[in-house]
């Protein structure tokens, strides 16, 4: 099964406040795990990205954390901005024989109140 | 500079036309994508293309017909349009097929009445 899920679908915190995202996926010959942010109008974009071989990965107030035996991985962002309100995408990609596929988790649709 | 751009950004279309969009990417990549993103939000790849030649064709209708004339072209052809065909379309670019990180341009909207 080639599926990634993600929850919440939407999520509303308060300015400063932790978001957190979740996805879970079923295929362990997954070897990327990258997150895409995406404005409204706008195309998506690279965010952060882990490997499965790595338990944390921080860059700013993004952290992703990876819990391999339970094929689930976690987007945390800090001190949530209004700034950061946009759609969250997690996804996954493959090797071997990977040609680049990634698939896309249903999307978190995050509001950061003021 | 845009790095992957789109043309047109919107198009409004009656059901059995035919419509294509046009994608560039000025990165120098090798490999470029069609996505397409329904109401909901889900985003699926369509079909991929590696230095012209296409490497990834998903389930999609045969109405649909991507062609490549360089690698830094990747254009979206659609035949006899339906109301489902209505969505953003995406397209992407990467440096390799192997790559997670993909470049995405700012979409067309297509809407088909």
């Known amino acids: 099964q080639q599926q990634v899920k993600q929850s919440p679908q939407s999520l509303i915190v308060q300015k400063g406040g932790i978001s957190i995202i979740n996805c879970a996926y079923e295929?362990?010959?997954?070897?990327?795990f990258p997150w895409y942010q995406q404005f409204p109008g706008k195309g998506p974009a690279l965010l952060i990205a882990?490997?499965?071989?790595?338990s944390e990965k921080k860059e700013g107030r993004f952290t992703i954390s990876f819990n391999k035996s339970a094929k689930q991985f976690s987007l945390h962002i800090m001190d949530s901005q209004p700034g950061d309100s946009a759609t969250y995408f997690c996804?996954?990609?493959?090797?071997?024989?990977?040609?680049?596929?990634?698939?896309f988790g249903q999307g978190t649709t995050l509001q950061v109140k003021p | 500079d845009t790095a992957v751009s789109q043309t047109p950004k919107y198009l409004v279309t009656q059901m059995g036309n035919d419509k294509s969009i046009k994608c560039e990417q000025n990165?120098?990549?090798?490999?470029m994508y069609w996505y397409k993103q329904d109401s909901k939000k889900f985003l699926k790849i369509m079909f991929s293309?590696?230095?012209?030649?296409?490497?990834i064709n998903e389930t999609v209708p045969n109405r649909f017909s991507p062609k490549s004339p360089d690698k830094a072209h990747l254009n979206l052809h659609i035949n006899s349009l339906e109301l489902g065909d209505s969505a953003v379309y995406f397209c992407?670019?990467?440096?390799?097929?192997?790559?997670?990180?993909?470049?995405f341009g700012p979409g067309t909207r297509l809407t088909v009445t």
């Open positions: 992407a670019s990467s440096q390799e097929p192997q790559s997670y990180e993909q470049y």
């Open positions: 295929n362990t010959a997954f070897d990327y």
């Open positions: 882990i490997r499965p071989d790595v």
């Open positions: 996804a996954a990609s493959r090797r071997p024989g990977n040609t680049g596929k990634l698939i």
């Open positions: 990165l120098g990549h090798d490999t």
């Open positions: 293309y590696n230095n012209k030649e296409l490497i």
